[in-house]
């Protein structure tokens, strides 16, 4: 069955340091991952995609995330973080060959302590 | 270009009650999706149409049922609320790479 697990239900980190968002995935064939953030009282933003090339792939608000098929992992990451990136984080899979529909993790929520 | 648009922003229901809850896309996608977000339980599918003239169940689809008027709209309606259907609202629809374009949601409340 497809899934995808976020395995922390918060982290926190200081402002400055950098952060890591931890994702993983099981998905037959080849996956397309994307993670999205959800400020409070607010609706889903995209935030980056992986669909194939690179395993780092680039975002919005200078954060990255790095594809590694060995270990089925999509983490999400920044070198240093803000206050203002304090927020949920969620990861989402969908299989290439049947990509109607998004598997969702559980979201975590991300503290940026000043 | 306003992306995805939601109607209304908040509600309160009491028990019974019936309401369709709006959504529409400028973005000349195919497929809309209807989610709700309860605290702990992430992001649940309950109906969702790749194309116009199409619907299909999600996760949770019993208490709600879909209409996808056209291309742009895709309403949600619950029949006879209940408190069980507390819960936050999403449309979204699909971009050429599965990722998934978001409206700013529907905050029910079910008395």
């Known amino acids: 069955a497809q899934s995808v697990a976020q395995p922390e239900d918060q982290v926190n980190v200081a402002e400055g340091n950098p952060l890591t968002v931890k994702c993983t995935y099981s998905v037959s064939g080849n996956p397309y991952l994307f993670w999205y953030v959800q400020y409070p009282n607010r609706g889903l933003q995209f935030l980056l995609k992986y669909i194939t090339g690179d395993n780092l792939v680039k975002g919005s608000y200078g954060f990255e995330a790095e594809f590694n098929k060995s270990q089925t992992s999509f983490h999400l990451k920044k070198p240093s973080a803000l206050v203002s990136d304090s927020a949920l984080y969620f990861c989402?899979?969908?299989?290439?060959?049947?990509?109607?529909?998004?598997?969702w993790g559980l979201g975590t929520s991300l503290a940026v302590n000043p | 270009n306003a992306g995805v648009t939601q109607t209304p922003k908040f509600q309160v229901l009491k028990t019974g009650q019936s309401m369709t809850l709006q959504c529409a896309q400028d973005?000349?996608?195919?497929?809309m999706y209807w989610y709700r977000q309860d605290p702990g339980m992430g992001l649940r599918l309950i109906y969702y149409s790749a194309s116009e003239g199409t619907t299909d169940k999600g996760e949770v689809p019993n208490g709600y049922n879909v209409s996808r008027l056209n291309k742009r709209e895709f309403s949600l309606r619950l029949e006879s609320a209940a408190p069980s259907q507390t819960s936050v609202y999403f449309c979204?629809?699909?971009?050429?790479?599965?990722?998934?374009?978001f409206g700013p949601g529907t905050r029910l409340t079910v008395l």
């Open positions: 973005m000349n996608h195919n497929s």
């Open positions: 979204a629809s699909r971009g050429d790479y599965n990722e998934q374009f």
């Open positions: 989402a899979v969908s299989n290439a060959g049947n990509n109607r529909k998004l598997i």
